[in-house]
């Protein structure tokens, strides 16, 4: 006499998660989670809250009237347009830079390595003197943009150079030649190999590079302060007004125009995040 073995039929959802491969989490991996996210809250989230509910804590009119004060209205513009100019550019020249470095070979390659990474290496402050003895009153070559709005726009652009590069280079060392070689064979011109093969590959990577580089624009105070006179109205970034708030004790007009750019840098990270994912599909 045979007899069969029922086997009750799983969830829905247990055999979509199992379609996917997907498995509960091991103790193990549940304390290493809670342990990421604390430390994660702790560092991150929790001061970002704190920020944005001392921000708001005057209310919605507080707030307006905080980040919407001419003096202050006049510091993000000036930070966040020259921030996203900075960032096209380094998006068109990083890219450009980290192609040289891996297709090309020349002498002093190894020099211009090193070289990229001095505006991460270098102090903010040290930076701000370098720039300032170059491009000052005194400086060597004659170009004087001291306590003027260039002065920002050299100042964000050093210290932002290496992101798209350094974000970029390494997945175009990785990429598979023998595609494009295959696609210049079967007749496709350079620009179509760069943009059908190539960039959807960098996409990612260059638009990482991009936020990086938005990001830490918007948020330099040290290599300008020297050289940019911090003039309002002119030359004053947002940094620097928020310091001058607290050193009035105005902690909450910091707070909101720190709450204003975290907004804007959220909304920046998600827009590019999905501009790569739609270049991605389509390529």
Not at 27 to 41: N, Q, Y
Not at 238 to 250: A, M, Q
């Amino acid at each position: 006499m045979s007899s069969a073995l029922l086997v009750p039929d799983r969830p829905a959802a247990s055999r979509r998660r199992a379609a996917r491969g997907g498995r509960r989490l091991t103790r193990v991996s549940g304390l290493g989670l809670g342990i990421a996210m604390m430390w994660f809250s702790l560092l991150v989230l929790i001061p970002l809250a704190a920020v944005v509910v001392t921000g708001t804590s005057g209310g919605w009119s507080g707030f307006w009237d905080a980040v919407t004060n001419e003096q202050t209205a006049a510091a993000i513009r000036l930070t966040v347009g020259t921030a996203f100019l900075v960032t096209v550019v380094n998006v068109i020249m990083g890219t450009l830079i980290a192609w040289v470095l891996v297709r090309d070979r020349f002498p002093g390659q190894r020099a211009l390595e090193v070289l990229i990474d001095i505006p991460f290496a270098l102090p903010t402050i040290v930076a701000g003197l370098v720039l300032l003895s170059l491009y000052g009153p005194n400086s060597p070559l004659g170009i004087n943009i001291a306590n003027a709005r260039p002065a920002v726009f050299l100042a964000f652009l050093f210290v932002t150079l290496p992101f798209v590069v350094r974000t970029v280079q390494p997945v175009l060392a990785e990429l598979d030649k023998e595609a494009e070689e295959a696609a210049m064979s079967l007749g496709a011109s350079k620009f179509t190999v760069f943009r059908r093969i190539i960039l959807p590959s960098l996409t990612p990577a260059i638009a990482a590079g991009a936020a990086l580089s938005f990001a830490r624009g918007v948020s330099e105070y040290g290599s300008l302060v020297l050289l940019s006179g911090n003039l309002p109205m002119r030359t004053e970034v947002t940094s620097v007004r928020i310091l001058s708030s607290i050193e009035n004790d105005n902690v909450d007009s910091a707070a909101a125009v720190a709450t204003v750019l975290l907004v804007i840098s959220f909304a920046v990270i998600v827009i590019l995040d999905l501009l790569q994912r739609r270049m991605v599909r389509r390529g």
